[in-house]
């Protein structure tokens, strides 16, 4: 036989069987930001597939009627450790100096988009009730609180809220009856909103849906969504896909959710026009490692807060000298030790 020519044995090739059989489908995701699911996470809310009373396939909703979108975002920077030793009391307080930011844009109907609302706020957090306050640095400033827990994560978790409360406070400020507001993540802390809302989740840490509902999420093509599902008491969700990532697996699966307040008329609605209009507005992967999920107002917003919040270098040599002159529960100067922050921890 000459050389370069073989002869192929009757196997696969010749059978017909279907590559998605043999070739499985894999998301590739930056691991610098986190898992793409999560088997640690523990969430334990019931979850209710017949919500919306139809057969669990993949469902192409009609044309959005259009109109105006606002991207919400937050970001937050934690700039210095902080551990504070009052007077005589041997025991340390530790604390954190870090920056907040939220901002939105305003995208659709035909308008070029604009951010809005972009603002930046800096704390001094401390554990348990000690309040410090600093002054006035380098024309750096920094309001002071309290309230972290003691446990290893505590003021970890205390920095997200603080960031999540100035995005929830925009979102309420934002919302109007026929402006579609995409908040990024879940909307975990929403109030009352006075227009529609929904949450736009990238990552999946969980996975909701039982085997035979989770085969529709793999079916879905490019602006489909799944039927609803309720997460608890208090939130509507669905899973959508968009372009860029090719349309097998959970490859550019995108999370909606809404809160169930709204009712079910209504949480089908915002579906509907968040599956139709969220596609054209997906990341390009050669412009951010989270496309398609990320979706591009909302890289472009996230590329302005940072520049907002500044270096972190430079906050950190504020919070030194600052340092000199601080005061614990408005006693005379307490002492601070201020430590670097792991750029990777933060």
């Known amino acids: 036989m000459p050389y370069g020519r073989r002869r192929v044995r009757a196997s696969l090739y010749s059978q017909g069987v279907d590559a998605s059989l043999t070739h499985p489908s894999i998301h590739v995701s930056d691991a610098s930001y986190g898992p793409g699911m999560d088997p640690s996470e523990m969430e334990t809310a019931p979850v209710d597939t017949s919500v919306e009373g139809v057969t669990w396939r993949p469902l192409t909703p009609p044309d959005a009627p259009g109109g105006e979108l606002a991207f919400i975002d937050g970001a937050q920077q934690v700039e210095a450790w902080l551990t504070i030793t009052a007077g005589d009391d041997p025991e340390a307080v530790?604390?954190?100096?870090?920056?907040?930011?939220?901002?939105?844009?305003?995208?659709?109907?035909?308008?070029?988009?604009?951010i809005e609302g972009l603002s930046v706020k800096r704390f001094i957090l401390t554990v348990g009730d000690r309040l410090l306050e600093l002054p006035s640095s380098g024309g750096y400033s920094w309001e002071p609180r309290t309230g972290a827990a003691q446990e290893a994560t505590g003021i970890a978790r205390r920095v997200g809220q603080f960031r999540q409360e100035m995005e929830l406070e925009l979102a309420e400020r934002l919302a109007a009856p026929d402006r579609l507001v995409v908040l990024d993540g879940r909307l975990s802390f929403l109030r009352d909103a006075g227009g529609p809302v929904v949450g736009a989740i990238k990552s999946h840490h969980r996975m909701y849906l039982p085997f035979d509902e989770a085969r529709a999420v793999i079916a879905l093509g490019v602006g489909q969504r799944t039927p609803l599902f309720a997460i608890g008491e208090d939130?509507?969700?669905?899973?959508?896909?968009?372009?860029?990532?090719?349309?097998a697996g959970w490859a550019g699966i995108l999370r909606g959710e809404v809160a169930r307040s709204a009712g079910l008329a209504e949480a089908r609605r915002l579906a509907d026009r968040a599956t139709a209009e969220l596609p054209r507005f997906a990341g390009r992967p050669h412009r951010d490692p989270r496309a398609p999920q990320n979706l591009s107002p909302i890289a472009g917003l996230e590329a302005q807060m940072r520049r907002r919040m500044g270096d972190r270098r430079l906050a950190l040599r504020a919070v030194r000298r600052a340092s000199l002159a601080a005061r614990i529960d408005a006693a005379p100067p307490a002492l601070v030790a201020v430590a670097e922050v792991d750029a990777v921890a933060a």
């Open 94 to 114: 530790p604390g954190a100096a870090f920056a907040v930011a939220a901002g939105a844009v305003l995208a659709g109907d035909g308008r070029p988009a604009v």
């Open 235 to 247: 939130r509507l969700s669905w899973y959508q896909r968009l372009p860029g990532a090719g349309c």
